[in-house]
Each structure stands twice: as structure tokens, then as C-alpha cells.
């Protein structure tokens, strides 16, 4: 590895207790001694790309993802065995062959066909989508050493440690009451809009769930922002059942619409898979066919975490754009002589490209 301090590349003896043996410097991360291979220069190079060289903050869980999308979308099933075992069948088969030994080639044959089978498997999707670590654990363990060697979390990702309170954020750029609500249960996101600033600049209050909704004095629209799985599915729905006559807004992530981008890697996790009572829900709904029904079964999801943070902002950015001008008299006016437009289907969105 490379030394992010010198600069010097770095043989495994040469960085004993993660100390680069030319400059003397400690580092935080060693791409030998944690499952995602991560190194301090890797680390920064992703940071600098979500952040868009430091124009946006982002939290931890999206630098998570951003960190293991590569992992999630090769898959974590018998890494090396299928390279190990076809090596080692094709150099046993050989050396049977040349010395007319049958028990080697029938050693190679076997060798050969545990080979098939890994890759078999791995074309089939065994192990994809599984963190090799997890949220929780890239924290206390990745930003651990990080904050430990550094002093604090790489520039540009914030500490979204402290809960939001239910009724933070809500005040109005006229420092009137809030006008709209958004709902999300990933505090994750909530953090990071709130860190760069949509809520304060539209009056929109954070909530993480429906009691934290009914507790706010604003009795404007609610904007619902979800993970494409079983969970985010139901949230809208469970939203306009509660919250009676107010309005509710599904601003996504829409599944149909995520499942068919290429560039989309969705993940699953074995404590998040939705129980039977759950699909069972899913199922009456008859909004999904029996292969989406499959594939959220599985607890297989697209987070918001996921989506690249400015894409993230500009389309949250929108949606408030144009609820906050609907409910607001002074947006309105502003509307309807051209100013504060809502970008149409054609427009780029620069903020996302990547």
C-alpha cells in the first residue's frame, strides 16, 4: 500500500502496527486488516467523489455504501476458492497426466468440479448483496481507527450521532412556523439533509416516524422519503392511513424505477428481511408482480444511502421546491411570474452526474 503521508509504497513488513517505516507516521487503515480493503488514501478519494470536492456534506452510512458498492455488487460467496481450486485441479491434473497417476487426476477432477460449482453459485447471486461489513460495524470499527489516528471524521462527512428531535429544523426562512413535514425513518438521511441545510432554507421539519409527524404543529403537506424495500413499500401507505386528510407526497425511492437502472446495486441484510405478515400486506396491496414480491421477500433493498448524495439533494431540493410553493402565498406570486421554476423532465441534473 501507499503511505498517505510520504507517499512511499509500502510492503507489508515495512508497516508493522499500521507505522509507515520511512516517514515514521501512523495511519489509520490498512487495506490487509479490514474486510473492505479500505486504506486512508481510498477513503479520501471516495470522500472528495460523494462530497463533490467538499460542495455537500455527507454522513457516515453514505460513505459506508459508497465504500462497499463494489463488494456488494461482486458478492461475498467463497471469495478465491473458485480461482484456488481451478489452479490447483489444473496443476494436479497436469503432473497426474505426465506421471500416469490415476488418483491424482481423479483428485484434479474433483478439485475441478468444487471449481464449477463455486462459480456456478456465484453466477446464480449466492452471497451477493451481503455486507462484508456492516453500517454499525464500519463505524465502530473504520471511523474508530479514523477518528483515533486523525482526530475526527474525514472532511465533509458530518457526525450524525445526536437524534434529530422530532420538531428541530422547522424553522422557515422567514422564521415563520413549518410549512410541510418530511417523513423519513433513516436518520442517516435526515442528518444529511439537515447538514446541508434543505430543511432551514424551505421551513420543512425532519421526522423519523409517523408519532414524531402528528407531534409537529405543522399541519402542511407530508413529504414520505423511503428505501426501495418491503418496509419504505408499506410507509406511504401506513402514512395516509394515519395522517387522515393531510396530504402525503411518495417522494421514493420508487422500486420499479430503481430495480431498472443499471448502475443501481442494491443490498440485503439478514435482520431487516420482512417477516410474512409484512408480505402478506405487500401482497393485498397488488401493486407488485410475484418476481418484486420475490425479490423484497428476500430482504433484498435499495437505501437511500446508496443514491449518489448530490443526485440525492437535488432531487429532495425539487420536491420541496415545489411543495413549499404551493403552500406558501410568496412562493406562489414568484411562481406565476416565472421565478423559482421546478427544472422540467428534460433538464439536466449536473448536481448528479458522475
Not at 137 to 157: C, H, I, T
Not at 303 to 325: C, H, I
Request: glycine share 10%.
Amino acid at each position: 500500500m501507499i503511505c498517505p503521508h510520504c507517499e512511499k509504497n509500502l510492503l507489508r513488513k515495512e508497516r508493522p502496527n499500521n507505522t509507515c517505516s520511512h516517514c515514521g507516521r501512523t495511519y489509520a487503515l490498512d487495506p490487509k486488516t479490514n474486510s473492505l480493503g479500505l486504506s486512508d488514501l481510498r477513503v479520501r478519494r471516495i470522500v472528495a467523489k460523494a462530497t463533490e470536492e467538499g460542495r455537500i456534506a455527507v454522513t457516515p452510512d453514505q460513505l459506508w455504501y459508497a465504500l462497499s458498492r463494489r463488494r456488494l455488487k461482486k458478492g461475498t460467496f467463497a471469495p478465491g476458492c473458485t480461482e484456488i481450486s481451478l489452479f490447483v485441479g489444473l496443476i494436479v491434473g497436469v503432473f497426474g497426466i505426465f506421471t500416469g497417476t490415476v488418483y491424482l487426476a481423479l483428485i484434479a477432477c474433483a478439485l475441478l468440479l468444487v471449481a464449477a460449482g463455486f462459480a456456478l453459485a456465484r453466477a446464480a447471486g449466492a452471497g451477493r448483496g451481503f455486507p462484508v461489513m456492516s453500517r454499525a460495524a464500519f463505524r465502530s470499527e473504520a471511523l474508530a481507527s479514523w477518528r483515533y489516528v486523525y482526530g475526527g471524521l474525514p472532511p465533509g462527512v458530518v457526525d450524525d450521532a445526536p437524534p434529530v428531535p422530532s420538531q428541530a429544523r422547522t424553522r422557515a426562512p422567514s422564521g415563520a412556523e413549518a410549512g410541510a413535514v418530511l417523513l423519513c425513518p433513516d436518520h442517516s438521511i435526515t442528518a444529511f439533509l439537515d447538514a446541508d441545510g434543505l430543511p432551514a432554507h424551505y421551513g420543512i421539519a425532519l421526522a423519523e416516524d409517523l408519532d414524531a409527524v402528528l407531534a409537529l404543529p405543522a399541519r402542511g403537506p407530508v413529504i414520505v422519503l423511503h428505501d426501495a424495500d418491503a418496509h419504505g413499500e408499506l410507509l406511504v401507505r401506513r402514512a395516509r392511513t394515519g395522517l387522515g386528510q393531510r396530504t402525503v407526497i411518495d417522494a421514493g425511492l420508487p422500486l420499479r424505477t430503481v430495480r431498472g437502472l443499471a448502475q443501481a446495486v442494491p443490498y440485503r441484510d439478514k435482520q431487516g428481511k420482512p417477516d410474512k405478515e409484512t408480505m402478506a400486506l405487500l401482497t393485498e396491496l397488488g401493486e407488485f408482480t410475484k418476481a418484486e414480491l420475490r425479490w423484497l421477500g428476500k430482504g433484498w433493498r435499495f437505501p437511500l444511502v446508496g443514491m449518489p448524495p448530490a443526485r440525492l439533494l437535488a432531487a429532495v431540493t425539487r420536491v420541496a421546491e415545489q411543495v413549499t410553493r404551493s403552500v406558501d402565498p410568496e412562493r406562489r406570486r414568484a411562481a406565476s411570474v416565472g421565478f423559482m421554476t421546478w427544472p422540467g423532465p428534460g433538464a439536466q441534473d449536473h448536481a448528479g452526474e458522475r
